[in-house]
């Protein structure tokens, strides 16, 4: 079909086996159709959008929810090997913190946020060298791992090493942005971590797009 098409990509697909998801029922019943999922992750995920004090004014809250929700599907389907059955949750999947699709939406937003405010002022030339704190140094080797990771899922054709890859990145994210603070910081300080920021945002965003996720910037 994909030949017929006019895709000259398609003799180098491979059919990729995969498991069992069990628990998914939506309110239409034990069927589960694709558009029921969207329909039922976007309502979903707007109900929890709107319970959220910190949840910022979006001009596009149907199309930031839709892309969330997703984010928070396909990581929860991709977490395992894909042959694995899994037992599948609504309540764990809208998750906002742990490992969830969810946490690293709101882990690039607030990246995102950060070069908004600063990023006119330190987006310049940058001193490696100010970038000393264990922090710092574990994002960095940790980056420094992205190729390694997707050459491993290009040839075993599983998902799990990105998301996994992408779920630590964020974690030591999190862990650095309550300690390597940019405002009040000496600008050349304020200027390497802003860059180290950056390229945390620029990673999750690419590895989000191989895995079918389309990254918001405000959530």
Sequence with gaps: ????????????????????????????GDVTFLEDVLN????RMLQNMASVKTTKELENPEETAERVGLAALIIQDFRGLLLSDYQFSWDRVFQSRGD???????????????????????????NTACLQEPQS???LQHLLRFDEVLYRSSQDLQPKHIVSYLLILSHLAAVAHKTLHIKDSAPEVAAARLHLFRAVRSVLANGMKLLGITPVCRM
Excluded at 3 to 19: L, S
Excluded at 40 to 43: A, C, K, N
Aim: glycine share 10%.
């Design 100 to 126: 969830t699709g969810v946490f690293l939406q709101y882990t690039h937003a607030r990246l995102h946020s950060l070069e908004e405010t600063f990023g006119c002022g330190y987006l310049n030339d940058f």
């Design 40 to 43: 039922e992750i976007r309502l």
């Design 1 to 28: 079909m994909l030949q017929i098409m006019g895709y000259d990509w398609a003799e180098r697909c491979q059919h990729v086996p995969f498991g069992v998801v069990q628990g998914m029922k939506t309110r239409r």
């Design 137 to 139: 140094v574990s994002i």
